[in-house]
């Protein structure tokens, strides 16, 4: 991945009440629009302990491609692909 262009983002929190609207999928696809041109991919990473999490980045496109732990958590490790 060194010499590919990726944008890493942060965790992302949608409040109960939001939950299961696809408020997920829209704020990816939002970054997508907005970020394309500059990076060939989206880079995070997903606690393990949160499969909710990681059910909707799967369904936004993401990939699990590695996973570590740190801080006695597990991780996952995810890509999405904006050139597929």
Aim: aromatic fraction near 14%; proline fraction near 1%; charged fraction near 20%.
């Amino acid at each position: 991945m060194k010499d590919s262009k990726y944008v890493v983002v942060g965790q992302l929190c949608v409040a109960k009440n939001y939950r299961g609207k696809g408020i997920v999928q829209d704020m990816y696809q939002y970054y997508k629009k907005s970020l394309q041109s500059q990076y060939d991919y989206c880079l995070t990473d997903i606690a393990q302990s949160n499969p909710r999490s990681l059910k909707a980045h799967l369904k936004t496109g993401f990939k699990i491609i590695s996973t570590l732990t740190f801080g006695g958590v597990g991780w996952d490790i995810v890509i999405w692909d904006w050139n597929e």
